[in-house]
């Protein structure tokens, strides 16, 4: 493998995201199969909308795992490529103006379940190139982000011989700490669902 080609460093997908749209995928497939083996043949048309309901949302949230991206750094260049699809961004390190990230905090069903509401934090990555175009990324966390900017600006300054970054799943876990008890509570959610319509 020449130089251009060794990945020197790859970010991985943040855990709330890969949690969202796996669970959301498999959950409002399993609502959809619920509701046709309650009607048992005889469909109405709030049974049909549920239905359609369901398999939009499904789908939807297939689309977004599919089309998930992450950046990988190589000697050379910087690519932006789908977790999921054979589809790919290749620049050079020329070409790049600079990697930021923006961190907005966004409060959802403020004043229903308590006064604070549920909040989160929706995270962008962008990728300002010479030529003025913009590439955003939503599914890059905030250490991940550190080491990712660390390595490229290394890579670019040709700052001596740089060695494979190795990923280490604590760091990962601890990236996306604040996100562990959303997981577990789609895991709770999809797998007991999934556990009444095959048993109940």
Request: glycine share 4%.
């Amino acid at each position: 493998m020449t130089e251009r080609e060794i990945i020197i460093y790859k970010t991985r997908p943040r855990l709330i995201l890969l949690s969202i749209t796996l669970c959301g995928f498999a959950c409002f497939q399993l609502l959809s199969i619920l509701i046709i083996k309650s009607v048992n043949t005889q469909f109405s048309v709030l049974s049909i909308s549920f239905i359609i309901f369901f398999e939009t949302l499904s789908l939807t949230a297939l689309y977004y795992f599919l089309t998930m991206r992450g950046i990988k750094l190589s000697g050379k260049t910087l690519c932006v490529y789908h977790l999921n699809l054979p589809m790919r961004e290749e620049f050079k390190f020329e070409e790049v103006r600079s990697l930021l990230q923006t961190k907005e905090k966004v409060i959802v069903n403020e004043g229903i379940f308590s006064k604070s509401g549920c909040s989160f934090y929706h995270i962008t990555t962008t990728i300002l190139l010479k030529n003025d175009k913009v590439v955003k990324l939503y599914s890059i966390g905030e250490m991940d982000f550190q080491e990712l900017n660390k390595t490229f600006r290394r890579l670019r300054q040709s700052e001596g011989k740089i060695k494979v970054q190795q990923q280490h799943r604590f760091l990962y876990l601890l990236d996306n700490s604040s996100d562990v008890f959303m997981t577990i509570l789609f895991l709770f959610i999809t797998i007991g669902l999934g556990y009444a319509l095959l048993f109940g």
